[in-house]
């Protein structure tokens, strides 16, 4: 019997969708879920003559496998890899590779690699973006680990990776250890900025200036024509356009305002914090959405502290332009904070990231596909060392060109009282990163009022204390 190239563990969504794209692009596939009767139900579907094959235990699908047995785990988070890896490693021998294809924390996939490391076996720790679609037609990988192991893997992981406009495959070596879920974490960080940023304009259109979301369509959509043109903006225009069939009214009116998380935005925010990273529209993000869930709070709320009455006045026409601005030089900025973590991670984790090729990889298959990302490829190219984002001259011109769009935008959703928590984090961002002097000359100054702890001045060197009460 041939035996197969890879194996799969876990045939949920994501597991089920990437079995069944490596059997699409020509690759023998062993199947495994803990579950039987999901396994049975994907092998039922399959056309006669499919490459794809379901076991019932795991001997027997370890065994299914050529050697050096490559093997995708695909459960949840945390727990259930560390068990299905007991369960593999007596099964194994030196040489086989593991790849844990979910959303683990990037310390508990540094630890299982250095624990399987002393016993010779391989251990891939991978981002993969894009949802079930894109797992099933291509998404963007991040593997991460030992680069034998890489070599090893390669082509089936470039094979149903999805494919840029150029043509690259969007999959690259990240790292060591932990490197690849490290960057799949801050790409979820950058999703959940990129998401709030459109949803605060979307508040702002919608609820502070009237417009309807028929016209909000519109709008998105011909925003998607230029330089925001995204995956995000596309489907926003999409969800604005789709109306409930019971009621005929415009569903995104329907939903509840209570926005869920699965914490891999708020692994971002407290890695950032532990390293000192500021990522202030990031943050942002992930505090809206624990605000959202004070569903009943708030409404209680509502009918107590009041806002402001006013109406918006002025051009409708111009405050949309400049919503457009606004968006664009936040997500600019957004994207350089999380550029920006990753630099300081990969000098702190000795990483190596290439942060060219990583927004290469996120050009196509990923949630954050977007034109955009061409534009962060090209910065890093002209200069590999580059400290952040906004220093960049395309960046640097097109930020500083909408910048009164950006502060107009901003100023209105506070006349108005709409919440914009992440655009104005990052406007603050960037008022602060051009600041050559803060205000934390007062605050070191506090500091060492009541707690001695010391502060630099600017005129001479050493470190100084004043006695204050003197």
């Not at 379901?54 to 988070?77: C, F, H, K, Q, W």
């Not at 209570?258 to 943050?283: H, Y």
């Not at 209105?412 to 008022?431: C, K, N, V």
Request: proline fraction near 4%; include cysteine; aromatic fraction near 8%.
């Amino acid at each position: 019997m041939t035996q197969a190239h890879i194996g799969v563990i876990g045939l949920a969504v994501m597991g089920r969708n990437l079995a069944l794209n490596f059997e699409r692009n020509g690759f023998l596939v062993s199947v495994f879920n803990r579950n039987k009767a999901k396994m049975q139900d994907l092998v039922n579907t399959l056309p006669a003559g499919s490459r794809l094959q379901g076991y019932e235990t795991l001997p027997d699908l370890v065994n299914s496998l050529e050697r050096p047995r490559r093997i995708l785990i695909m459960v949840a988070a945390g727990s259930p890899v560390d068990e299905v890896i007991q369960q593999l490693r007596p099964l194994l021998d030196k040489g086989d590779i593991l790849i844990d294809g979910g959303n683990s924390y990037y310390r508990d996939t540094i630890r299982r690699s250095q624990e399987l490391e002393k016993e010779g076996l391989n251990y891939i720790g991978m981002g993969v973006s894009g949802g079930e679609e894109g797992a099933l037609w291509g998404p963007s990988l991040m593997p991460g680990g030992q680069y034998v192991a890489w070599e090893a893997v390669s082509p089936m992981l470039r094979a149903i990776a999805a494919r840029a406009e150029d043509g690259q495959p969007c999959v690259a070596y990240i790292g060591p250890g932990g490197a690849g879920h490290y960057v799949k974490m801050v790409h979820n960080g950058i999703e959940y900025g990129d998401m709030q940023l459109i949803a605060e304009i979307y508040d702002l259109l919608h609820r502070g200036l009237g417009i309807q979301p028929a016209e909000l369509a519109l709008i998105f959509n011909e925003w998607n024509q230029g330089v925001l043109r995204s995956y995000l903006i596309e489907i926003t225009a999409e969800i604005f356009k789709r109306q409930d069939e019971e009621t005929g009214q415009p569903i995104v009116n329907l939903i509840l305002d209570d926005a869920q998380q699965k914490g891999t935005g708020k692994w971002t925010s407290q890695d950032a914090l532990e390293i000192g990273a500021p990522i202030p529209t990031i943050n942002a993000a992930v505090e809206s959405r624990l605000l959202s869930a004070l569903k009943t709070e708030r409404a209680a709320a509502s009918h107590r502290l009041k806002g402001p009455s006013q109406k918006f006045k002025g051009d409708l026409s111009e405050i949309v332009q400049a919503a457009g601005q606004a968006l664009y030089a936040s997500k600019i900025t957004s994207y350089a904070q999380g550029f920006a973590l990753l630099r300081m991670a990969s000098q702190l984790n000795a990483f190596d990231l290439k942060y060219g090729q990583i927004a290469s990889i996120w050009r196509a298959g990923c949630i954050i596909r977007a034109t955009l990302l061409d534009e962060i490829t090209q910065a890093y190219t002209r200069d590999p060392a580059l400290p952040n984002l906004l220093l960049d001259e395309y960046f640097l011109d097109a930020v500083n060109t909408r910048q009164a769009s950006w502060r107009r935008v901003v100023q209105t959703g506070i006349e108005l009282g709409i919440p914009m928590l992440a655009t104005s984090a990052a406007l603050a961002y960037f008022d602060a990163y051009r600041s050559e002097r803060l205000p934390a000359n007062l605050t070191q100054a506090q500091r060492d009022f009541f707690g001695a702890h010391t502060y630099r001045r600017v005129d001479r060197e050493g470190v100084f204390h004043t006695n204050w009460s003197g």
